[in-house]
């Protein structure tokens, strides 16, 4: 699929609906990587700082995350396996894999992961509408667990209900805020056991607005800071369209693009909520930034 190809919504972002529940991921890496999408890198990175200091506490047992808008399982990938994203933009756009079935891809995968397990791995439960892309990330082995469920409208079922009931550490979010609201964010938080809210880590585009979700983390005692300082390219825009409407927004926002969005890339903030007792120590310092 190239440029041309992707049809534009109102908003001028390009829909990339069409790559998000294929049988595997395939397309979804090769189109995206058209673009230069980079948010799960940025998101490993800050995402395995976040659990390393969770660890710190808590030592018993994998730490628990539940990746929303998981897709494929490409944070999960990052984030249990010794791979970076570009690894799995070279593994899935290769020539070797094109010829591969779909269940040959599986395969193939679940023995590409096991062998490169990271030592500390977290469980990573994915959340996504796209049933298939959910489907892929569990047969593969990249998610432990996943849920293909859309929690803007529904109600979480029993069995999502009863995978976060039973702990968890980290709500992860790249590439997702837009697609979902707070409505996504109350429904997981209302299934957290009261006294033990997780931290919910989230990329959100620098003219979407994160202040609804914020607000509704606040109705479960979690505090939200932006990280100052530091802006995340999350990838190239499509054209002029896309270009145009995000460099308007963001002037009518006062928002500076020099360097950022006027080179041509979408850039994201990153938002870290936690337990107010639990947020002593800055989101910078924490990160090492
Ligand atoms: C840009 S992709 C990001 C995927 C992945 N997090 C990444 O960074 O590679 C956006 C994802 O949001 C998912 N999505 C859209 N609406 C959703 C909803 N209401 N609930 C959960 N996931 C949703 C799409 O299916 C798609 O997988």
Redesign the pocket.
């Known amino acids: 699929m190239h440029d041309g190809d992707t049809l534009h919504e109102k908003s001028g972002k390009a829909n990339?609906?069409l790559i998000?529940?294929l049988e595997d991921p395939r397309e979804?890496f090769n189109v995206?990587g058209e673009f230069g999408?980079s948010?799960?890198q940025h998101?490993y990175r800050l995402f395995s700082a976040l659990l390393e200091a969770r660890r710190e506490e808590i030592s018993e047992r994998p730490l628990r995350v539940v990746?929303?808008?998981?897709?494929?399982g490409?944070?999960a990938a990052l984030l249990k396996y010794e791979t970076t994203l570009e690894d799995l933009y070279a593994r899935y756009g290769s020539q070797e894999l094109s010829g591969f079935s779909c269940e040959e891809l599986v395969e193939s995968d679940a023995a590409f992961y096991r062998e490169r397990r990271r030592e500390k791995a977290p469980e990573v439960v994915g959340?996504?509408?796209?049933r298939n892309?959910v489907s892929y990330g569990i047969r593969s082995g990249i998610l432990d667990a996943g849920f293909a469920?859309?929690?803007?409208?529904d109600e979480p079922s029993d069995e999502l209900r009863r995978a976060v009931v039973s702990g968890v550490d980290l709500l992860s979010?790249?590439?997702?805020v837009g697609?979902?609201s707070e409505h996504?964010f109350q429904r997981l938080l209302d299934c957290a056991p009261g006294d033990r809210a997780p931290w919910v880590a989230a990329f959100a585009l620098r003219w979407v607005s994160y202040e609804e979700i914020s607000e509704a983390l606040s109705a479960y005692g979690l505090v939200t800071e932006k990280l100052e300082g530091h802006t995340f390219t999350q990838r190239r825009f499509t054209g002029d369209e896309e270009r145009e409407y995000v460099l308007d927004e963001l002037a009518k926002m006062d928002v500076d693009t020099t360097g950022k969005e006027d080179e041509g890339w979408y850039h994201a903030n990153f938002y870290l909520s936690r337990p107010a007792k639990e947020a002593e120590v800055p989101v910078e310092k924490l990160l090492g930034l």
């Open positions: 990339f609906d998000y529940d979804y995206l999408y948010i799960p998101g990746d929303i808008c998981c897709s494929y490409v944070n959340l996504d509408v796209a892309a469920e859309n929690l803007e409208e979010v790249t590439g997702g697609y979902i996504t």
